[in-house]
């Protein structure tokens, strides 16, 4: 899921990523850090039969201004006059002509971008968090449903993901934050604007068109921080994968007819020959706050084992944390 990437420190990897490339290194580094799925019992156990995880609309998420809400800000930057010159400036210092034509092409695909965008959600999961999971976490994937966590074995997490889809953390910006990593953008630019001109064109073109395709899918209101959410990205518009688009199927999920993508876990061959199974996925499942635990814990680790993974008794278990949701 962590790409390269981030170990090419070259000025147009500054650009496109910014301070997200500090991040995907602390994922690579940090052995006590690794990323959990929360979402409900149910699901887990529909994930586990049917072998596949799923990804979805980002129109669809529980953050009902996904996508928008970074396209609103980028647009409200670019409206000023001083800003919108003091940006094309910068990007004339390295190529001239290249900013009109990222314009040009992502006012052509943002349709699409805002539209079809397709996510799985993660949470960054600490070692400390592996009796409990977070309470917050419970509470938002809580309600009417036993709240449920995957939590991903770390080597899962590393190197290329799944037909070739990369992992991102997701950036909490208010609106002056989200101008701040902008003009830092912008300085990167004139502060490597010699390296950069020596570089091709087409480049520093797709450097600069990746880092507003990255921070429009990344971006979300500073309200949400506290899910410290990562992802996993795909735009069949823009990138489209061979592979995933036989498992794309159409499903109605909380009465909301929608398209998904059914990322395979049954061993089926993917990535030049490479796999993922349950086994390979999933470290740990831990059970949020509910009344009749034992029951689920069981039907779960039944599933576990008809799945092939090496340990389902140790993995699955309940977080003890003694809270309702009314009284």
């Known amino acids: 899921m962590v790409t390269s990437i981030e170990k090419d420190a070259s000025p147009l990897t500054g650009l496109y990523l910014g301070r997200i490339s500090q991040q995907l290194t602390r994922l690579e580094k940090q052995r006590a850090i690794t990323l959990a ?48 010159k003091d940006f094309r400036d910068a990007c004339d210092k390295c190529h001239i002509g ?3 034509t990222v314009d040009s092409l992502l006012n052509g695909h943002l349709p699409s971008i805002y539209n079809e ?38 080597e899962a997490t590393l190197g290329e993901g799944p037909y070739g889809l990369s992992g991102f953390p997701v950036q909490y910006l208010a609106e002056n934050a989200f101008f701040s990593e902008l003009d830092r953008r912008k300085g990167i630019m004139l502060t490597n604007r010699t390296s950069i ?37 795909y735009l069949p518009k823009l990138y489209p994968s061979n592979g ?24 089926e061959p993917i990535n030049d020959g490479t796999a993922l199974t349950v086994d390979s996925l999933v470290e740990r499942i831990i059970l949020g ?18 799945a092939g993974h090496r340990n389902p008794e140790k993995a699955v278990h309940f977080c003890g944390i003694p809270y309702r949701e009314k009284i």
């Open 244 to 267: 995933l688009e036989q498992h794309k199927a159409q499903q109605t999920i909380n009465g909301m007819p929608q398209s998904i993508y059914k990322i395979p876990v049954d061993g």
């Open 37 to 84: 799925h929360y979402t409900s019992a149910e699901v887990v156990l529909e994930m586990l039969k049917n072998q596949n995880v799923w990804m979805r609309n980002a129109r669809c998420m529980n953050d009902f201004s996904e996508v928008d809400y970074p396209i609103t800000i980028i647009h409200k930057y670019f409206s000023d006059a001083n800003r919108s």
């Open 289 to 306: 706050p509910c009344t009749e635990a034992g029951v689920a814990i069981e039907a779960i680790r039944e599933q576990l084992r008809s």
């Open 98 to 100: 290249v900013f009109e």
């Open 117 to 154: 965008t397709y996510i799985t959600c993660l949470s960054e999961h600490h070692r400390r968090d592996d009796a409990n999971g977070r309470l917050s976490m419970w509470r938002g994937y809580g309600g009417s449903k036993i709240p449920a966590a995957i939590v991903v074995r770390k």
């Open 197 to 233: 001109s020596r570089r091709p064109p087409n480049e520093f073109r797709n450097s600069l068109f990746g880092m507003f395709q990255v921070l429009i899918a990344t971006t979300k209101h500073p309200g949400f921080k506290e899910e410290k959410e990562w992802r996993l990205l």
